[in-house]
């Protein structure tokens, strides 16, 4: 089964073929980085009028690189939320044209979901297994019991983690995008400064104490030159340290033997290094590689394909509270 799916939630515009919901026959991805580094964040209208220009040309080269024609395309998919409502809306009407035009199915996807489902891309890997969902909007530690049914355990009260490292960021003076920049000074520093851990019942998570506390620590030097490598360390280290230890309470209560990690700050080398080291303890780790991490249409195909029975027409929430 090939499915051809478009992403435009935020500030990329993808579209990919995935056969079967594992195999990747074309993965096209135009990034918008350069334009929103001027302001400092993503500008939803500017974001939509960049997909709007965008769109028809990813749409083009995906055909190319697949060697597939319309024909040859079982089903159109496409992003329908959580997103920036007008970037949304242009890979929803662009699916969803092609769909009538060909006269085959459209599957609406949940963003966060498909993200999940960048694991089951050139893997093995089948549920049950817990999950660690860390994006620039969302944090969140999530029961998978199986391809349609996955039951939120715990999520942030405040800020997510990738919302924090680019506040951080910017605190410390970084440019936009500040999180792969707070990573890369990070490696290059101690963690040396003791931060807080927001201290929250459950799986929840808190990191709006974090910020404040990294906040008054650059304050403290008063005009003198700031350690920035150290700080980005010590933020790092005390952000992946409570992240894995609720991941690894919620492994120990489900008895669950595989963990994956999700989203865009999946990419984050400490967060990697210290998920996967849960490997020397019997426990089958999976994370996506680099190019699936962010935001991107691969992983889309692949939720089109695991969870067509919940997100048909018009997109089903597929996440239930626990």
């Known amino acids: 089964m090939n499915i051809f ?36 964040g993503v500008i939803p209208e500017i974001a939509a009028r960049e997909h709007l220009e965008a769109v028809n040309v990813a749409i083009d080269e ?8 319309p024909d040859d395309i079982d089903a159109f998919a496409a992003t329908v939320g959580p997103g920036l409502v007008g970037c949304l809306l242009v890979g929803l009407n662009a699916a969803k044209s092609l769909s009538l035009v060909y006269d085959k199915p459209f599957i609406g996807v949940n963003h966060l979901n498909a993200h999940l489902c960048a694991n089951y891309l050139d893997t093995g890997l089948k549920p049950p297994f817990m999950a660690l969902l860390v ?25 997510a983690v990738g919302e924090a490292y680019d ?21 290059e520093g101690n963690p040396v400064y003791h931060l807080p851990e927001g201290k929250v019942d459950g799986y929840n998570f808190s990191f709006s104490g974090l910020k404040t506390a990294v906040s008054r620590l650059v304050k403290s030097f008063d005009g003198k030159e700031l350690p920035v490598n150290d700080i980005c360390a010590s933020f790092q280290d005390c952000v992946s340290a409570t992240l894995v230890k609720k991941l690894r309470r919620a492994l120990d209560e489900k008895g669950y033997k595989q963990v994956v990690i999700a989203g865009g700050v999946a990419a984050n080398s400490e967060l990697r290094h210290r998920v996967f080291a849960l490997e020397a303890e019997g426990y089958a780790v999976f994370a996506p590689p680099m190019k699936y991490c962010t935001d991107n249409a691969a992983m889309v195909g692949a939720c089109a394909f695991f969870d067509t029975n919940t997100t048909c027409d018009l997109g089903v929430e597929v996440f239930s509270r626990a």
């Open 5 to 40: 799916a478009i992403e435009t939630s935020c500030d990329e515009t993808a579209c990919a073929v995935v056969k079967d919901g594992r195999q990747v026959l074309a993965n096209v991805v135009a990034s918008q980085i350069k334009t929103h580094a001027q302001y400092g």
């Open 135 to 159: 994006s620039g909007g969302h944090t969140q530690i999530i029961d998978v019991e199986n391809y349609d049914k996955q039951t939120i355990i715990g999520e942030t009260l405040d800020d």
């Open 62 to 69: 995906t055909f190319t690189q697949s060697g597939l024609t």
């Open 167 to 187: 506040k951080v960021a910017r605190l410390i003076g970084l440019p936009y995008p500040g999180g792969p920049m707070l990573d890369k000074l990070a490696q």
